[in-house]
């Protein structure tokens, strides 16, 4: 996608409550101020995308790690209250039960913001700030793997496929997903079930090349320890697989317990 100006739809969007949407325009505009480069995401970009409209309790942004902590400094410079969550992904600015998540990794999969995700990015304009969105092909792999009880992206990665499939790198993503391939063949296999009359805007190559990957493996044999990928998605769905019944877990040195 070439950078480009995009309007946000017409009609009725939901909108938050006026103490929330001046929280967000005073956080969005100091944002724009501070030339600290950032991305939104989430509903508000969804909803630019596609028109999909829901309500929403913050508003995500996306950036580098190292611009994330200058923006912690820069917004309590600022007067307001900034936390890590969590080190390995998530940064909030807050007043009191208004927060605005700043968000530069996933928690379980290493899906870190990088330059390259600021390349394509549209430009549109949010609560009266001149922003940026995340791009429809980093939109989809940040979404991909969020796969909890309590929340599943799937129909975002659905609807980003169906209204923006044009515009996503299928290279890119596919580069970006090579560890994960499997979770990118579910994706595409979901939204073509979904969707049985659009499954011509997924490229022929790419289910092609996922689908001979897939013969492929079944000529390899599996991995000799009991595995879990399960906590990739949700580490909490799927603890009784690593806690009870003896799997272990995808992540961390399996190495070692080869070797036992």
């Known amino acids: ?19 929330a949407e001046a929280f967000y325009c ?8 501070s030339n600290i480069p950032f991305l939104v995401s989430g509903t508000f970009a969804l909803a630019t995308y ?8 913050d508003v995500d942004v996306f950036t580098k ?13 600022h007067s307001f209250d900034v936390e890590i969550v969590d080190e390995r992904w998530l940064a909030r600015i807050t007043r009191g039960e208004l927060f605005v998540d700043v968000i530069y990794n996933m928690p379980t999969v290493t899906t870190h913001v990088t330059d390259e995700w600021f390349e394509h990015a549209p430009s549109c ?10 791009p429809p092909t980093q939109f989809v792999w940040s979404k991909i793997f969020v796969q909890d009880h309590h929340r599943y992206d799937g129909a975002d990665v659905a609807h980003m496929i169906l209204k ?3 515009d996503i790198d299928w290279r890119q993503l596919l580069s970006h997903m090579e560890l994960y391939w499997e979770v990118l063949l579910i994706a595409l296999l979901n939204f073509r079930f979904v969707y049985p009359s659009e499954r011509h805007v997924v490229p022929e190559w790419l289910m092609t090349e996922l689908l001979e990957r897939l013969r492929d493996q079944a ?21 009784i697989d690593v806690e009870r019944w003896g799997f272990s877990e995808a992540v961390g040195n399996l190495e070692e317990q080869y070797g036992e």
């Not at 190292?66 to 309590?76: E, N």
């Not at 304009?125 to 995340?134: I, M, P, Q």
Request: with cysteine; hydrophobic share 35%.
């Open 1 to 19: 996608m070439d950078q480009m100006t995009l309007k946000r739809p017409s009609g009725n969007l939901i909108k938050p409550a006026p103490e």
């Open 26 to 33: 005073e956080v969005l505009q100091l944002m724009a101020a």
């Open 50 to 57: 596609t028109g999909i409209d829901r309500p929403t309790k």
């Open 65 to 77: 790690a190292g611009d994330a902590l200058k923006l912690l400094h820069y917004f309590k410079e």
């Open 125 to 134: 304009e949010l609560f009266g700030a001149h922003v940026k969105l995340v």
């Open 164 to 166: 923006r499939h044009e």
């Open 219 to 239: 000529d390899v044999k599996g991995p000799g320890k009991r595995v879990c990928r399960g906590r990739i998605f949700s580490p909490r769905d799927y603890a």
